[in-house]
Structure formats: structure tokens, C-alpha cells
């Protein structure tokens, strides 16, 4: 927990420092996952998603992709993949980004789960290649009513983009899972981004991610 510290630090700071001076948006994130399991601990993930401005109604940006992840232990995974991000308004921005994730678990009283995850994305992008790091704290715990199980979380990530050779952008995210039957889950979950560079931008967006496992 004394790695999450510093993390929460910034990211309320930062947060803190582009509402006073940054615009604001509202945004919506539909995002649809078909994950096919290979074994009990391998699995391949296809995802398909976009952003829309909750203001306008218009859909500005998608982006599709494949990844593979894998458990190595108990409290050790990552995941490699590809990203096709592309602007759906008539704008320039395309993106095909290459990424990597290893994740330290760490299971605390209660069963209370943190999640260290570090996720490298190399981004070819319409103005050039970058690499952003990113570093997320997130902590969740398996809730169950009655007979039903479902996952609270909440999560804190930075991130730092070697186009600014800065730290870029900052994101809170609450939600919850809820599973439907064997196959079928659902994520609703609230975000609270902030970009600091190259412009001060706060976006609060409202997400949700269909689930399907085969």
C-alpha cells in the first residue's frame, strides 16, 4: 500500500490544479469484450469501443483490438495486445499501439484484493511514435447478497508520455461488476479524467463494458 501513496498523491494534486483551470467534458463509454479462454489461466480478448460526448450526442473516436493474457501464479499476470484507435468525427487521429501489462496481486484482510498493474503502451500515432507508461492502483473485493456474488472496485492511474516527457493525464474510476449467468457480465462504472498536457482537459464519463466469455 506504501506504492499506492505517491500515486493517490498525484493524482489528486494534479486533479486538483486542472480544475482550476482546464474544460470540462462529458463523455459516455460503451465498450463490448468477447473473451475466449484457452485454459484455466490463458485467455484471448477481443474489445470494440467508442467515446461520445454526452453534451453533443457525437461520437468522436473508436477503437478496436486483440490482446492475450495470462496468469503465471496466484498473484502474478500480463498481458500483451494490440490497439486500432481512429477518429469517427473527420478528424486526422489514428492510432495503432502495441501494449504490455504485468500485474502484481497482492490479497490483504478481508479479502480485500489490491491490483498493481504497469502497462506499457508504444503508440504509432498521426503525428509520430510515443511511449506511454501507465500506472494503476486498483483495490476491489467480491461482495455477495444472498446467493448472488458481484465486485465493487475503484481504481487510480497515471500516466506519463514520453511526447511531453511529463506526466500526462490522470484517472479515477469506481464500479462495479456484475455477472449474468455463466457467460455475461456487465460494468458500469464513473471516470474522472484529467489531462494536463498539452492542454488542461477534465473529462467525467460515464462507462459501461458488456462481457461475453465463450
Known amino acids: 500500500m506504501r506504492r499506492a501513496s505517491p500515486l493517490v498523491l498525484l493524482v489528486v494534486v494534479g486533479s486538483a490544479s486542472a480544475h482550476a483551470q482546464g474544460t470540462q467534458a462529458h463523455e459516455l463509454w460503451p465498450e463490448l469484450q468477447l473473451e475466449y479462454r484457452l485454459d484455466d489461466r490463458t485467455k484471448v480478448i477481443g474489445m470494440a469501443s467508442y467515446n461520445r460526448d454526452r453534451d453533443s450526442g457525437s461520437v468522436y473516436q473508436a477503437e478496436t483490438g486483440l490482446s492475450f493474457d495470462h496468469r503465471f501464479t496466484d498473484v502474478i499476470s500480463g498481458r500483451i495486445g494490440y490497439r486500432h484507435g481512429f477518429a469517427t468525427d473527420g478528424g486526422d487521429f489514428y ?69 511531453y516527457d511529463q506526466f500526462s493525464r490522470y484517472r479515477l474510476i469506481v464500479g462495479t461488476t456484475f455477472p449474468i449467468g455463466p457467460r455475461f457480465s456487465i460494468e458500469p462504472y464513473l471516470a474522472h479524467q484529467v489531462d494536463v498536457v498539452p492542454s488542461s482537459k477534465i473529462v467525467d464519463a460515464l462507462g459501461l463494458i458488456l462481457t461475453v466469455t465463450f
Do not use: C, H
Not at 500485474?103 to 503502451?121: G, K, N, Q, S
Open 95 to 163: 492510432e495503432n499501439r502495441l501494449l504490455a501489462e504485468q500485474t502484481f496481486r497482492m490479497v490483504l484482510p478481508a479479502l480485500v484484493i489490491v491490483d498493481f498493474r504497469t502497462r506499457e503502451d508504444f503508440r504509432w500515432l498521426n503525428t509520430g511514435f510515443s511511449v506511454r507508461l501507465r500506472e494503476r492502483v486498483q483495490v476491489q473485493r467480491e461482495t455477495t447478497i444472498g446467493d448472488y456474488t458481484f465486485k465493487p472496485y475503484a481504481s487510480a492511474e497515471l500516466y506519463f508520455d514520453t511526447r
